[in-house]
């Protein structure tokens, strides 16, 4: 008879983690598990390489810094035993190294090159380590360039459980480190991650997870990193999934640092359901994307406040009520700069927002200023408009400069697209865009949908019903309106989305149905606007084809379309 194997508690941290804050990181760990061996967890696991931080980009090519993280490794497994906790496995990623000898020397090529690892600490020491095999190359990811892949599996062995290990994109591959442990006898199968969030995501990763979590007939247990680091902002959502099947036994909330406990049962026993958050509504889960994108860029980069230009428009007052769920709303400072043709609708919108937020809102005209130049320069068509929306980018960098709040820019996807907008001014420039992957037509979603948060939740909706309602315009001329200069954007949003996120040209989009006339438009307009969104700040990435590391396009570049009749 096989001897029968107690129950097995696992705690899976989601955790917050800091680029390069090697000390704060360790501290995070040593306070998770003290509260998960308090709740009688023997296995205790944290997100891919949550002692450095993710993505650690070139600072892995930095000996100092691996050394620091070997120190930490080393330091935290002591501190551990010190502490009464050396009984307790905990697993948590880092940086490791190893020497090359199969892989020819690339770019960044050394005698021995950092790995993505994951190390398990017990009785005061590192006891096993594991080394990333699949190392990611493609959207944000390049881990291929600063990371040489780890070729051997690795099955930790606690309290007489056998616990397979792997790190992130090993079970996104077919083959490799999960098809050489299912012949290893598991209890289970644990992934260390840091995923970050994209829309309609979450379904792919317990779809996934069940189909490994069969390959190797048993439960898999998937950690995943939270909160923002730079442009990527980690969900968590961390799971237990069975074999077989992708409606999790047990899952972590998302966008809050959570400690997910749940018992592996003896040999035999069936799999017990444990906790289940209730899933967001679509939406919601773009929404608090970039409230947490926005929050770790503001905490992480030592801010406590935030700037923007509130015209009474859409894109800036979801931008201001992200910014005060964020930060709150006392933290964020409202700045209308109207001009002579702003009308008095937007102005009230403008004052409305502030006091719904609890904001400090200021009024500063633009007029004198703009009379200022043009009293020098003489300018008339566009060169007049764009002067006076670069007065208002002037004026917020001026306040940013004198008070430190850090300025935020409240662009759209939509516009930094195609170019509508004007460099430099209060829509672009900045030092965050949190809504800079929302197009238009979302954007009106979102603020739909935090007015009815709030509704349901018995508060005041924080955005004013006609900021939603009424049509957008720059109101840099008489009677401007953004339909003047591009398609209607429901329509502009999904030949956006089939030309830039499916990379489609000219003839896919004619088949699709959309109008030449539109097509040759809008396409002419997204290449030419490259060189504009090379100097956008950066923002919040919310789905699979964002601007910046996602699509990486020369500036400089005459390739254009094919249109009827020229050669293709």
Known sequence: MEPTTPPLR?????????VGDVAGNAATVLARTREAAARGARLVAFPEMTLTGYPIEDLALRASFRRAAYQAGDDLARTLAEEGLGDVTVVVGTVGARPIKERPMTALGSPSRPTNRAIALRDGRVVASYDKHHLPNYGVFDEFRVFTPGDSTCVLDVDGRRVGLVVCEDIWQDGGPVAQLAGEDLDALLVVNASPFEEGKGHQRTELAARRASEVGAPLLYV????????LVFDGGSFVVAPGSDSPLSLAPQFVEHLLVWDLPARGEVLARGEVAPPLDPDEEVYRACVAGLAGYVRKNGFRSVVLGVSGGIDSALTAAIAADAIGGENVVGVSMPSAYSSEHSKDDAADLAARLGADYRVQPIAPMVEAFQGELHLEGVAEENLQARVRGVLLMAISNREGHLVIAPGNKSELATGYATIYDAGSIGGYAPIKDVDKSQVWRLARWRNNH?????EIPPIPESSITKPPSAELRPGQLDQDSLPPYDVLDEVLDAYIEHAEGRAELLARGFDPE???KVVTLVDRAEWKRRQYPLGTKVTALAFGRD????ITSRWREPQEGSPS
Do not use: E
């Open 224 to 231: 995943n990193q939270v909160g923002g680091q730079d442009d």
């Open 454 to 458: 709030a509704i349901d939740a018995g």
């Open 10 to 18: 696992i705690a899976l941290a989601q955790v917050d983690t800091c």
């Open 551 to 554: 699509r990486r396009l020369p």
């Open 518 to 520: 539109v097509v040759d």
